[in-house]
């Protein structure tokens, strides 16, 4: 099991957090323990960090590598971050960090089953313990289904083709592997269209997402961290596509001017009131020489909203 260290923005997620010496974090995508291991240096002996990750690989990983008796490694779902403070007795947190999407871990270890270029079992599940697999969405999802989340989580223009041909590839063999998937994927493409990266990495990112739940989930986990931030914390986000980036500037606009009174009202009857204030104005990108360092760096933005 090895685990890179390596965390995107890094310095820029620290001083987005602007990390108090004796305050409470939460890593909620606590992934090979990078950015927690960043946090824990910046803080003092009251100090704490709680990392949340699904991945049991994850967990064993911090568990191994990280002996210090102010982290707290948990088993849970991000979204579920406010039942994993109840638990621990923490009303209050003064800082949330989410690294969106799949580890560096997950993709470089083949038998997980989310790497297109690695032939092997098709899993993609980040929680190895239950829920459906990408062998079940692939071999028994209808045609049409195939085709909406090819389209809407891969923003793929070839969703209805490849879909086709994955129906008509699984009714001579059920599809078992990453490899022939991949296979199936890149024959659906056109020729002329395969000169931006692989054929198959649009797939592969829309049937992780769908085993995973991965888009239903970061509005939702967005909300509750807000609910839990103490005045003047920070909930600092890392995307790595554009459908994770709309939800995380969409769902912080909302915290930020949460009135859902109608345009033509003259004043607020709802009395929603802000619980953030959004501190990017715009997503912080990787500078060039982590880009250079980095090479899946290159989509990540990030954002940061703080309490108010």
């Known amino acids: 099991m090895e685990f890179k260290h390596y965390s995107v923005l890094a310095n820029e997620c620290m001083e987005l957090l602007d990390i108090k010496p004796d305050g409470i974090y939460v890593d909620c995508t606590l992934g090979g323990a990078g950015h927690t291991r960043l946090i824990l240096s910046r803080l ?3 100090g704490r960090v709680i990392g949340i990750d699904r991945d049991n690989d994850a967990l064993a ?8 008796p102010r982290f707290t490694p948990f088993k849970s779902n991000y979204e579920d971050v406010a039942t994993v403070l109840d638990e621990l007795g923490i009303e209050k947190a003064d800082g949330f960090l ?3 999407g ?4 997950q993709l470089d270890t083949p038998e997980r089953g989310f790497s297109y270029i690695n032939d092997a079992p098709l899993d993609m599940r980040m929680d190895t313990s239950g829920g459906i697999t990408a062998y079940d969405v692939v071999n028994t999802y209808s045609e049409s289904e195939l085709a909406r989340i090819i389209f809407e989580y891969g923003e793929d223009k070839f969703s209805r083709r490849i879909a ?4 008509r590839e699984r009714s001579e063999a059920p599809i078992a592997t990453t490899g022939r998937l991949s296979e199936i994927v890149s024959a659906a493409v056109p020729s002329q269209a395969k000169s931006g990266g692989h054929p198959a990495k649009r797939t592969f990112q829309a049937i992780r997402i769908e085993v995973n739940g991965e888009l239903s989930s970061v509005g ?3 909300e509750s961290a807000a609910g839990r931030l103490k005045k003047g914390g920070r909930i600092a986000v890392i995307s790595f ?3 994770e980036d709309r939800i995380v500037k969409n769902t912080f606009a909302t915290l930020a001017s949460p009135c859902t009174c109608p345009k033509d009202f003259p004043i607020c009857v709802c009395n929603k009131v802000p619980t953030v204030k959004v501190v990017t104005r715009h997503p912080v990108l990787p500078s060039e020489e982590e ?3 980095n090479s899946r760096s290159h989509s990540a933005k990030l954002r940061a909203a703080e309490g108010i």
């Open 44 to 46: 003092g002996e009251k």
């Open 61 to 68: 990983n911090a568990k191994e590598k990280i002996n210090d």
């Open 98 to 100: 989410f690294d969106l």
């Open 102 to 105: 799949v580890s560096s871990y």
């Open 164 to 167: 086709s041909r994955i129906v």
């Open 220 to 222: 939702k986990a967005l």
């Open 241 to 243: 596509h554009s459908l």
């Open 291 to 293: 880009l250079k360092e």
